[in-house]
């Protein structure tokens, strides 16, 4: 009987003790700090949708190297047996990921704000100076490697606008800073040229108020070309009558200085001769006084002080004539006109009837601010 009752109780208590057991190796099983792990990837995923990888580069690095590390030692305590195992290094690394996640994201967003706003700024001012640039400069004759900056700076902004659009700014801003150089470069050095070139306004101004005078005085016509603006204005008793949109020589910045220069001349002359029908192959002209005293005077001291070749000749048969409307500046000195607008001129004009040629009627510093 107490046989029995001793069975009975080792039983029991067996019975009792192995669940104790295996409850308590269960509670004594090291955890992996999935929670925490999951969490860091989460924060990493997010600080890759906030573009931390490309405007905070540094913070996410770190937070996914944290992340590798993190994985890295939870696998190498999977290796181990399972109650000697432990998570305190899986975890700690867990937690620098996010922290680091977190501030590469808000680093990421703030910097793409600022960013965003600061490229917007630039293609604004760079669209301004484009259109400035288009302004005074589209049929100004620059040197072809200052049009080629141009359109290379041009094309760099169109660029530069589509990718912001996408909302790439860092590759944006890149292109913006190249398309600024070369714009601003050039216009820089464009504006020199024409500052030079303007610096003969007072004497340009001198002829136009004399030409106007004498028509006043005179009661008759006179004829005034702007280049600049590419007008032929017709003026009579002093008031202007007649506007047409002129096409020059295809180098018409600055006077004419020698044959085959393809410019236009600068200075004050007269028509000497109508010509129409068969004489001209321009429809009609009007043949100036080119060269004229002053001009020849000028070529002689160019000569004199080797600013020009001994065997250079200076150039003539300078008209205003027909066969224009091209749109382009295309003759070899002359001013052309379309045949309509030349029937007008030819109509009015005379062997005598002043014909004055200037760089601008306006000052360089009213057409900027215009």
Not at 254 to 273: H, I, L, N, S
Request: hydrophobic content about 35%; overall charge positive; aromatic content about 10%.
């Amino acid at each position: 009987m107490r046989a029995n009752w001793r069975d009975f109780l080792l039983f029991s208590g067996i019975a009792v003790s192995v669940p104790l057991i295996v409850i308590l190796l269960i509670r004594l099983t090291p955890k992996p700090p999935a929670e925490e792990v999951e969490y860091a990837r989460e924060a990493l995923s997010q600080a890759g949708k906030d573009r931390a990888d490309t405007y905070s580069k540094k913070l996410y690095n770190e937070a996914k190297a944290f992340y590798d590390s993190a994985m890295v030692n939870w696998q190498r305590q999977n290796t181990r047996f399972i109650y000697f195992r432990d998570y305190d290094r899986v975890l700690m690394f867990a937690r620098q990921s996010i922290e680091k996640a977190e501030k590469a994201g808000e680093n990421s967003i703030s910097s793409t704000s600022s960013l965003k706003i600061r490229v917007k700024q630039k293609i604004d001012i760079l669209n301004e100076l484009v259109s400035e640039i288009n302004e005074l400069f589209t049929t100004y004759p620059l040197t072809a490697e200052t049009r080629n900056r141009i359109s290379q700076g041009k094309m760099l902004l169109k660029e530069a606008e589509i990718i912001y659009r996408k909302g790439q700014y860092l590759q944006a801003n890149r292109k913006i800073t190249d398309s600024e150089y070369l714009l601003t470069n050039s216009y820089e050095n464009a504006t020199t040229n024409l500052k030079d070139y303007f610096k003969s306004y007072p004497t340009w101004k001198n002829w136009v108020t004399r030409t106007i005078n004498d028509s006043k005085k005179n009661r008759d016509y006179s004829i005034i070309i702007d280049k600049f603006s590419r007008k032929c204005y017709i003026y009579q008793n002093g008031v202007k009558k007649l506007e047409f949109t002129a096409e020059l020589g295809k180098n018409w910045v600055g006077d004419k200085r020698v044959k085959g220069d393809k410019a236009t001349p600068e200075g004050m002359y007269k028509v000497t001769k109508k010509i129409d029908g068969r004489s001209t192959k321009y429809y009609k002209a009007l043949l100036i006084d080119y060269p004229n005293d002053e001009d020849k005077e000028n070529f002689r001291k160019e000569i004199a002080r080797g600013s020009l070749p001994a065997s250079a000749k200076i150039g003539n048969l300078i008209e205003i004539h027909g066969n224009g409307g091209k749109g382009i500046d295309w003759t070899d000195g002359c001013i052309a006109l379309t045949d309509k607008e030349m029937d007008s001129v030819f109509r009015i004009a005379k062997v005598g009837t002043p014909v004055t040629i200037v760089g601008s009627m306006i000052e360089l510093e009213d057409i900027v601010n215009r």
